[in-house]
């Protein structure tokens, strides 16, 4: 018995090292793509950061109409630029080493392609409010809830999707990606 224990260690010991192997020359090329990627990113996620930040601040104060206005409209200008560059930024890395690579690279860039528009009608549609009437103003915002939500959706999409396909592990462990919430919340 002891003879089958030893040679069922020693099999699994070699298919742990099998594996490992494996994900060693998946992992150099998953964090070869993910570099390309979070180099990229880094700024722009530093500036969706900032934009989201200046928005809180001027909602959680008593700010006039015309400051909301324009920190607002600023914000999602930055969010619309910021998430056209992540979506440039993945389809120039090309097609992440996963299965399906192809569909998550679709997937991934074209959720970040969504936000972006999202965000960019969003701020027209801030430009367009009457920021001299508060009250209308702020029935404006309210009304525009239901846009920012669709627009953080197509960028919690795409973080889904490279989730879901096994690149985040990869994604993560880049300096350029880390970021305390990533996703705006608008």
């Known amino acids: 018995m002891n003879k089958k224990l030893a040679a069922a260690v020693s099999g699994c010991a070699a298919l742990v090292l099998v594996l490992s192997g494996c994900g060693d020359d998946g992992n150099e090329k998953a964090d070869a793509w993910a570099k390309k990627v979070c180099d990229v990113w880094q700024p722009h ?5 900032k934009a989201n930040a200046e928005m809180k601040r001027v909602s959680s104060q008593d700010s006039k109409s ?5 920190v607002d409209s600023a914000a999602f200008q930055t969010q619309a630029d910021a998430y056209t560059a992540m979506a440039k930024a993945l389809r120039d890395a090309g097609v992440p080493p996963v299965k399906d690579g192809q569909s998550t690279l679709d997937a991934s860039a074209g959720g970040f392609e969504a936000a972006a528009k999202g ?3 969003v701020k027209t549609k801030i430009d367009a409010l009457d920021a001299k009437d508060p009250a209308k103003f702020a029935d404006g915002l309210e009304a525009l809830s239901g846009d920012i939500e669709a627009a953080n959706q197509g960028s919690k999409n795409a973080f889904d999707e490279l989730n879901e396909s096994g690149m985040a592990k990869a994604l993560n462990a880049q300096k350029g990606c880390k970021v305390a919430a990533p996703a705006p919340t608008g």
């Not at 996620?45 to 950061?49: F, G, I, M, S």
């Open 119 to 121: 965000y960019a009608d």
């Open 45 to 49: 996620l530093d500036k969706v950061e």
């Open 66 to 70: 015309d400051e909301v206005q324009r």
